[in-house]
């Protein structure tokens, strides 16, 4: 099979390639060739190791290979819905269901100081599993696309991560997303910092309606 381009972004090319999917960082023409070639290497690398802590707390497409010189991550390609695309088909339980797991996962994340970055259901793939396969449990929901992540203490940076959560529901699930939220929320009542980040959250969310009242 030839590379198929599934995504291209600002800062990389998505590519899929036998069975593999391939992050490739997009060479930047207004950098000078030396500063432009050590921060590509430099954010392959970084996104890399995010990557590998991150899969000990949530669901990630396996790591296969990463390459600083090409400036590439090599991952395997997860067969599944893109939550963006599909969410709004599902049951309005299942909705729930779904966005109380993605709560859990973020909970797992924070406590562990990662920062995803752009928390949004277009990074989400929901995976099905048929109950009647006793190998596999339970359906799954993936994390990927960790190029804006990073780690990090401050409960700020988490409930910006909820934050941006919260608008991507408003804006591309607006049906239900009030209730998709507040699923979200009991979710991520497990984090150990639930009460910290919560209340961090309402300074961020103030903050907003601050600015777009001007």
Not at 75 to 91: A, N, T, V, Y
Not at 94 to 99: D, F, G, N, S, V
Not at 114 to 127: A, E, F, K, Q, W
């Amino acid at each position: 099979m030839s590379e198929k381009i599934l995504q291209q972004g600002a800062e990389a090319l998505i590519i899929l390639n036998k069975g593999s999917v391939t992050k490739r960082r997009i060479k930047k023409g207004y950098r000078l060739l030396e500063i432009d070639e050590e921060i590509r290497k430099l954010r392959t690398r970084s996104e890399g190791k995010l990557l590998e802590k991150a899969s000990k707390f949530v669901n990630i497409p396996k790591v296969k290979n990463i390459n600083e010189k090409t400036k590439e991550i090599v991952m395997e390609f997860i067969q599944g819905k893109k939550l963006s695309d599909h969410l709004d088909s599902f049951s309005l339980d299942k909705q729930k269901e779904i966005c109380r797991q993605i709560g859990e996962s973020v909970a797992a994340l924070h406590d562990a100081d990662i920062i995803h970055g752009d928390l949004t259901t277009s990074n989400m793939i929901y995976v099905h599993n048929d109950k009647s396969d006793k190998k596999k449990r339970g359906d799954k929901i993936f994390f990927i696309d960790f190029g804006l992540g990073f780690h990090s203490l401050k409960a700020e940076d988490k409930a910006v991560d909820i934050h941006l959560l919260r608008q991507a529901l408003e804006a591309k699930h607006f049906k239900h997303w009030k209730d998709l939220f507040e699923e979200f929320l009991k979710g991520y009542s497990a984090s150990k910092h639930d009460s910290l980040v919560r209340s961090q959250f309402k300074k961020v969310e103030a903050r907003g309606r601050y600015k777009d009242r001007y």
